[in-house]
C-alpha cells in the first residue's frame, strides 16, 4: 500500500507583463518549483507582454511537498534573466480543491527574503537545575540551503535567538549543506512562554548578510529531561502585504490540480480489473455491457481522463485493441451519418487519441521530425490568403525591387507543395515502422466501418474513418504545436506558426479525402489541389498497405519488438572526463549520443554508431543533480551505480537546459524504481581533492549530506505502465458515478420484472452490473480499513482563481 501524489500543471498564458527590454517588451517564459527545485521550464515566447503557452505537464512526486510556485521570467541573452513575479500555491490549499485551481491570478513581486529553501537539523532538550532549568539546542547541521552567492554556494551561520539573548555558529565557507555541530544553552524561567528563534543567514564581507531562513520553537511543549531531535524545514519571514502592488506586475492563467491516491495492493484490484476485462473479451456480445455504462455516467469534461485510464489499464492486460474494437462498435451503431463518424468527443475518439500517443509517439516522431525541422530552419515568409499577404515582410529580390503579391503566393504555394509531398513520401514509406499493435488497431477499424457502411457509395467511409485519427487527431495537431507534440523544444514564431498551419490545413484536407466540402471552406487553398489531389490516392495506398495485416504477422512484429530492449529515451548528453592526477588534473564534458532501455544505460559516438554499455541498469543506485558550483555549470546531474565488482561509481552527465535534464532524470528513476539497494542518501557536489565539495565531508563512501528524490518523475507517454495506479484511478471515478450506477440498475431490475428487458442466455443483463457495484463496495471497505482511511469524495465545485 502506498500514497500517490500528482500534479496536473497546465501554464495557458499570461497579459499585462511588464516591460523590462528598452524595446517596452518582454521575452516571458515560466519557471515552474515544487519546494525550490526547478522541475519545469516553459519555452520562451518572444518580444510580447501578453504570452501564450498553453504547454501542460504531469509530474509525480512525494506527498510530503510544500509548495508549487510559478516564476514569469524575462529572458536576456548577454545578461542574467530578470524576475517578474510569481504565484505560490500551497500545497494545503491546492489538498483542499482536489477539483483544482483555474483561472487568472495575479502575479505578485519576488521578497529574497521570503525565497527560503532547505532544512536544518537540531535537538533540543530541557535540562533541570537547581534554581532553574535549562535549555540546551543543539545546531548539528543543514541541508539544500538556498545558493546566495556568485559562486553557487553560500557562507551560512546560524543566529539563536531566546529572550533578547542571541548566540551564533560559526561560518561555514562555501557550502549549501554546512555541518555545525554546536550547542547553546539559554536559562529558563519557570512558566516562560518566549519562542527560541533558529535563524540561518549568509555571511557576507561587503555587503549585507542575506536570509536563508528560519524556524520557530515553542518552548513550552519542550517536556524536561526528554530531548527531542529531527529536521527542521527553514521558514521565510511573515508575508508583507502587497495588496498595492496587486495587477502590476500582470497576471498568469493557470490550471492546477492535486491529485493524492492512496493505492492498494494489487490482488485488491483484481476483481475490478478481471470484470473490466471479461466484459471486453465479450464484446457487444457482452450481456451488460459496462464499457456502454461507464461512457453513458462519464462527463465531458473527465471524459479524457477517464479514456486515459482506461487504455492504459487494458494496454497493460494486453487488450487495447479489443477494447477499442468495442467501443468502435458501440459507436457505428448509433451513427447514422457517415459525415459525423467519429467526429464527436466520444469515448471512443478520446481512447483512440490516447492511444496513439501512448503507442505511435514514436512512429510520429520518425515520419513528421524531419519535415517540422525544415520548416523551422528555413524560416521561409509562406501565406495563401491573399488577404494576409504582406509584402514588406518578403524582402527583396535579386532585382533589389518588392516582389508582387502573385510572386509571394506562388512562391508560397511551392513551398507548401515541396513539404506536403515529403510528408506524402514519409508516410507512405512508413508502413513497416508503425507498431503492430497500431496497425491491427486500424485494420479492425477499416473492417468495422466497411462492414457499417457497404456499397460503392461509401467507398472512401472507411479510409476516412482512419485518416480521421491519424491524421486529424494525431498528425496535424502536432504540425501545429510541435512543442506539445515534443518534436521541438521551443515554440515557433509568427511565421514559422503560419507555414506549420497552412501546412496541418492541407494535411486535413488530404484526410478527408479532398471531399467538396473541404475545398468550399477555404478557397485560397486552390494552388495546393493538384499535390492534396495526388496525395489522397498516396493516403488510401498508405491505408490499404497498413491495414493490411493478418494475426500471424502482427503476433510476428510483436515478437521480434519483445526482444529488442525498448528505448526509454535517447539523446545527445555530456560525459565528464578527467584527465591527469594530483594538482595537475583536469575535466571536462565530451559530447556523445546516449540510449536508455529497460536494460541499460548505453553511448556512442553518433546516434548509427556502435553502441556501447555504461551502466547496467540494474546496478543503478540513484540518479539526483549536481551542484552547479562543481562543475561551474548547471544542468548536471549524477547516476549513482555499482560496477561488475560491487564497487560504488557515478558517473556524471551535462544536460542543456533544465527540462531534458529532468526528463532524463525522470526516465532514469522510472527505469530503476524496483532495484534492490536504491540510495537513501547522497552528495550534491563532488569529491575533489582529499573532501566533499558540498558538504566538506572527508569521508568519500560516507552517508549523503542530501536526501534522494528518486520519486520525483515528469510523465511521459512512454511511461512504464502502472497497473495498480490506473487501477485505483478508475476505482476513484466509478466511485463518483455510483449513484447514476445504482440507479442504472434499478431501472434494468424494474424492466427486467416487468418483462421489457429481453434476457440473454446465461446471465441476465443487471448482473455484470451487480458485480461491479458489489466491486465497488468491497473496494470502498479495504480503503477504510487500510491506515489512511478511505479516499476523499470529489466535491463538484472547481475553485477558480480571479482577477
Known sequence: MAKRSSLYIRIVEGKNLPAKDITGSSDPYCIVK??????????????????????????????????????????????????IGKVCLPRDTLASHPKGFSGWTHLTEVDPDEEVQGEIHLRL?????TRACRLRCSVLEARDLAPKDRNGASDPFVRVRYKGRTQETSIVKKSCYPRWNETFEFELEEGATEVLCVETWDWDLVSRNDFLGKVVIDIQRLQVAQPEEGWFRLQPYQTKSRQHDEGNL??????????????LPSSCYQPLVQLLCHEVKLGMQGPGQLISLIEETTSTECRQDVATNLLKLFLGQGLAKDFLDLLFQLELSRTSETNTLFRSNSLASKSMESFLKVAGMQYLHGVLGPIVNKVFEEKKYVELDPSKVEV????????????????????????????????????????RACPAVVRATFRQLFRRVRERFPGAQHENVPFIAVTSFLCLRFFSPAIMSPKLFHLRERHADARTSRTLLLLAKAVQNVGNMDTPASRAKEAWMEPLQPTVRQGVAQLKDFITKLVDIEEK???????????????VKEGPLFIHRTKGKGPLMSSSFKKLYFFLTTEALSFAKTPSSKKSALIKLANIRAAEKVEEKSFG??????????????????????????NELNQWLSALRKVSINNTGLLGSYHPGVFRGDKWSCCHQKEKTGQGCDKTRSRVTLQEWNDPLDHDLEAQLIYRHLLGVEA??????????????????????????????AQLLRVLQDLREAHSSSPAGSPPSEPNCLLELQT
Open 633 to 658: 555549470s548547471s544542468h548536471v546531474m549524477q547516476v549513482i551505480y555499482t560496477d561488475d565488482v560491487g564497487r560504488p561509481q557515478t558517473a556524471y552527465l551535462q544536460c542543456k537546459c533544465v
Open 125 to 129: 532538550e530541557v535540562q533541570p537545575g
Open 34 to 83: 515544487v519546494d525550490n527545485e526547478p522541475i519545469i521550464r516553459t519555452a520562451t515566447v518572444w518580444k510580447t507582454l501578453c504570452p501564450f503557452w498553453g504547454e501542460e505537464y504531469q509530474v509525480h512526486l512525494p506527498p510530503t511537498f510544500h509548495t508549487v510556485a510559478f516564476y514569469v521570467m524575462d529572458e536576456d541573452a548577454l545578461s542574467r534573466d530578470d524576475v
Open 392 to 431: 514588406k515582410d518578403v524582402g527583396c529580390s535579386g532585382l533589389h525591387r518588392p516582389q508582387t503579391e502573385a510572386e509571394v503566393l506562388e512562391q508560397s504555394a511551392q513551398t507548401l507543395r515541396a513539404h506536403l509531398g515529403a510528408l506524402l513520401s514519409a508516410l507512405s514509406r512508413s508502413v
Open 553 to 567: 504477422d502482427e503476433l510476428d512484429l510483436q515478437r521480434t519488438l519483445s526482444l529488442q530492449a525498448p528505448p
Open 250 to 263: 500582470g497576471s498568469l492563467q493557470l490550471e492546477v490540480r492535486l491529485r493524492d491516491e492512496m493505492v
Open 740 to 769: 447514476m450506477l445504482w440507479e442504472r440498475h434499478r431501472e434494468l431490475s424494474r424492466g427486467a420484472e416487468a418483462g421489457t428487458v429481453p434476457a440473454s442466455p446465461g446471465e441476465a443483463p443487471k448482473d455484470s452490473l
